[in-house]
């Protein structure tokens, strides 16, 4: 089984099959029928067409996956029962003259008892449902495990004492001088993004209250500079309870967080694990 890419020369029409058959250029939409071809369902799983196939031997259009899972059990289309037996079906349809032909595999001579009719119809889309649920439900476990990685090397880092190294603000870097609190508050797309950054961020510390955290600092991010002492000593009350405060010393890991903070929002990222990919780390700026 293969995908061939039909080469046909621009002078000729393209037939599918010597039969009485439509063309791929009688088939193909004008630019005033894409809208409601967009619109148009596959009869095997009644959704929209995903990579619109047409059976050549009757020109009826169904979804690649669907018409290839109903090929295995049958080579009779769904729709007006006209054999495609030892044929080819024609998908990834870009122009008159782009698309690919998908050989069908001889189908089995003796073939097992399979289900006919509305039972065969429903066995293919609930085979489809599984199968896009299954792609979510991996999806979502990649993301969590994605997620989980993420969180691991940012606890990594601030165990280890590493901060995000500084980059000048210019048009090559595309960093930004840090907003002023009163530019951060009326700049929705800033808060997005230091919204979505602090909820995975105060991940780095069990047993906090996420939701809470972001919103506070949000709110401390909207009235005075992040990096200020007044800040970094609210922002301790969560995050350096652990660590006995000295009179004069530091609060080790709320001057971390607010650095981080500080050199995340100046970037011009907003995919996180794109920022991850880039930032550079290194010791402490203010005791090297």
Same mark, same amino acid.
């Given at each position: 089984?293969? !995908? ?16 009485? *058959? ?13 809208? *409601?071809? $967009? @619109? ?32 295995? %059990? ?8 006209? !054999?495609? $037996? ?8 870009? *122009? %008159? ?11 089995? *001579?003796?073939? %097992?008892?399979?289900?006919?009719? $509305? ?8 085979? #489809? #449902?599984? #199968? %896009? ?12 495990? @994605? ?24 048009? +090559? ?6 907003? !002023?609190?009163?530019? +951060? ?5 800033? =808060? ?25 600092? =949000?709110?401390?991010?909207? !009235? ?36 981080? =903070? ?17 930032? @550079? ?8």
């Amino acid at each position: 089984m293969g !995908s061939i890419r039909a080469a046909s020369p621009p002078s000729k029409r393209i037939k599918l099959e010597s039969s009485p *058959s439509p063309s791929i250029q009688e088939r193909s939409p004008a630019p005033s029928d894409v809208a *409601s071809l $967009e @619109q148009e369902h596959c009869s095997i799983c009644l959704q929209s067409l995903v990579d619109r196939t047409i059976i050549p031997t009757c020109a009826h259009e169904f979804c690649f996956e669907c018409i290839l899972l109903w090929s295995e %059990q049958s080579r009779k289309c769904p729709l007006c029962s006209r !054999s495609f $037996e030892s044929s080819y079906l024609i998908h990834h349809i870009r *122009s %008159q003259y782009d698309y690919q032909k998908h050989y069908l595999l001889p189908s089995r *001579s003796s073939p %097992q008892l399979l289900p006919t009719g $509305e039972s065969r119809v429903r066995a293919l889309r609930n085979t #489809r #449902r599984e #199968r %896009q649920w299954g792609r979510r439900e991996r999806r979502r476990r990649d993301e969590v495990e @994605q997620l989980d990685r993420a969180i691991a090397r940012r606890r990594w880092v601030y165990r280890h004492d590493l901060y995000a190294k500084h980059v000048a603000s210019n048009s +090559f870097t595309r960093y930004r001088p840090f907003p !002023s609190p009163t530019v +951060f508050a009326a700049s929705p797309d800033l =808060i997005s993004r230091m919204t979505a950054f602090l909820r995975r961020e105060l991940r780095v510390w069990p047993d906090l209250d996420v939701e809470f955290l972001t919103t506070f600092t =949000i709110s401390l991010m909207k !009235s005075i500079d992040i990096r200020s002492e007044s800040a970094v000593k609210l922002l301790a009350e969560f995050l350096d309870l652990d660590v006995p405060y000295v009179e004069g010393g530091r609060h080790v890991d709320a001057e971390h967080f607010a650095h981080e =903070i500080y050199c995340y929002l100046r970037s011009p990222y907003r995919d996180l694990n794109v920022y991850d990919a880039v930032v @550079q780390v290194g010791g402490n700026p203010s005791i090297l």
